[in-house]
C-alpha cells in the first residue's frame, strides 16, 4: 500500500506559525464621519438656493446702503433762469429736500415749479450722486391790472401772477368792473395788446381804464373819456380821435365823451351847457 506523502509546509509557513496563513489584507474601513457623500449631496440638491440667497442678501445691503447713505441725499439744487421769484421759493416748490435721488422725478418735479403763478415752464435735469439742477421761464410783467386797492402783474399772454417787484413806472389798467380776479386768470390778450399798443403810440399815457361794456378808456388832456373798445386798430382808432378833437376845437364844442370803438362811424356827445343867471332874476312860473 502507498503511504500518503505528508505535504512539506513552506519555510515561510514554518517561520509565521499557521496564523499567517489565514491572514488576509484589507483595507482599514472609512469613519463616517468623515464622509463627503452626504456633503456632496447636501450642495446638489440645496447650493443653488444657497447661491441666490446670498445674492439676494447682497443685493439688499447694497440698496440699503445706497439708499441710506447721505451721499445720495439732496440738500440743494442748481437753479437758474430766475429773477422775480427766488430761488428759494422754486426749490421749496420742487419737493426735493431730504429726498434720496433714486426716487426724484424730474417730470413731476417740473410740474411742482410750474405751480408757482409766476413761472412759465421748467425744465429739471437728476444726476448722481444728488445733483437736481432747474431751469425756468418766467412770466415776464407787460402792465399792472388794478381792482380796487389790489394790483397784479399780467403777462403777454394775458396772464395774471401776483406782483413780486416795484410797479413803478409801468402800464396800468384800472378795471372799472372790479371783476374779481386770481393767479393764473386768463385776460382777453388783445386788451393786453391794444394797452400796449397804446403806450407806444401815445407814450404819455400812463393809466388806462377798462370795462366790459366800453372796453379800453383813456381820457383826452382836458380829461374827457374816449372810448376805444377792445385793443384791436388802436393806430385806426387814434387817427380819427385825433381829427375829431380837431373839428370840435373849430366848432367850439366841449364833448362829454368820445366813442371811436368802431373807427368808421365815431360819435361823440356834447356836453351840457349850464346857463347861469344873473342875480335878482327870477324863473318864470308856468
Same mark, same amino acid.
Given at each position: 500500500?502507498? !503511504?500518503?506523502? !505528508? ?32 456633503? *456632496?449631496?447636501? @450642495?446638489?440638491?440645496?447650493?443653488? !438656493? ?5 445674492? *439676494?442678501?447682497?443685493?439688499? @445691503? ?18 437758474? &433762469? ?6 428759494? =421759493? ?5 419737493? +426735493? #429736500?431730504?429726498?434720496?435721488?433714486? @426716487?426724484?422725478?424730474? /417730470?413731476?418735479?417740473?410740474? #411742482? ?12 435735469? $437728476?444726476?448722481?450722486?444728488?445733483? +437736481?439742477?432747474?431751469? +425756468? $421761464? =418766467?412770466?415776464?410783467?407787460? *402792465? ?5 386797492? /389790489?394790483? @397784479?402783474? +399780467? ?15 409801468? *402800464? ?5 368792473? #372790479?371783476?374779481? $380776479? ?11 395788446? %391794444? ?8 407814450? %404819455?399815457?400812463? $393809466? ?14 382836458? %380829461? #374827457? ?5 377792445? &385793443? ?14 380837431? =373839428?370840435?376845437? /373849430? ?19 356834447? =356836453? !351840457? ?14
Amino acid at each position: 500500500m502507498f !503511504k500518503k506523502k !505528508k505535504s512539506r509546509r513552506r519555510r515561510s509557513e514554518m517561520r509565521l506559525g499557521v496564523q499567517a496563513i489565514n491572514y488576509k489584507t484589507s483595507a482599514a474601513p472609512s469613519l463616517p464621519g468623515l464622509s463627503l457623500k452626504p456633503l *456632496l449631496s447636501f @450642495w446638489q440638491n440645496r447650493g443653488a !438656493k444657497i447661491v441666490g440667497l446670498l445674492v *439676494l442678501s447682497g443685493l439688499m @445691503w447694497g440698496l440699503y446702503t445706497l439708499f441710506s447713505t447721505p451721499t445720495f441725499f439732496v440738500y440743494r439744487a442748481d437753479i437758474e &433762469g430766475n429773477v422775480a421769484v427766488s430761488a428759494a =421759493e422754486i426749490y421749496a416748490a420742487a419737493e +426735493v #429736500h431730504n429726498q434720496s435721488v433714486f @426716487w426724484v422725478n424730474a /417730470t413731476k418735479v417740473a410740474r #411742482h415749479v410750474e405751480t408757482l403763478p409766476n413761472i412759465k415752464t421748467a425744465s429739471v435735469a $437728476v444726476s448722481f450722486p444728488a445733483q +437736481v439742477s432747474i431751469s +425756468v $421761464v =418766467e412770466r415776464l410783467p407787460e *402792465l399792472v391790472w388794478q381792482t380796487g386797492d /389790489t394790483t @397784479w402783474w +399780467v403777462d403777454q399772454e394775458g396772464t395774471i401772477v401776483p406782483p413780486k417787484q416795484s410797479v413803478e413806472g409801468m *402800464l396800468r389798467i384800472i378795471d372799472n368792473d #372790479h371783476q374779481p $380776479v386770481q393767479p393764473g386768470y386768463r385776460l382777453d390778450p388783445t386788451i393786453v395788446q %391794444g394797452a400796449q399798443r397804446l403806450r407806444v403810440l401815445v407814450p %404819455g399815457v400812463s $393809466v388806462v381804464r377798462y370795462s366790459r361794456a366800453m372796453g379800453l378808456t383813456v381820457a383826452t388832456p382836458e %380829461g #374827457h373819456p374816449v372810448y376805444l373798445g377792445d &385793443g384791436e386798430e388802436i393806430k385806426a382808432k387814434l387817427v380819427v380821435l385825433t381829427a375829431l378833437l380837431a =373839428e370840435l376845437k /373849430t366848432q367850439d364844442i366841449t364833448p362829454a365823451f368820445i366813442d371811436v370803438r368802431n373807427p368808421l362811424r365815431p360819435v361823440y356827445k356834447p =356836453e !351840457k351847457l349850464i346857463q347861469i343867471r344873473p342875480p335878482g332874476i327870477s324863473t318864470p312860473r308856468e
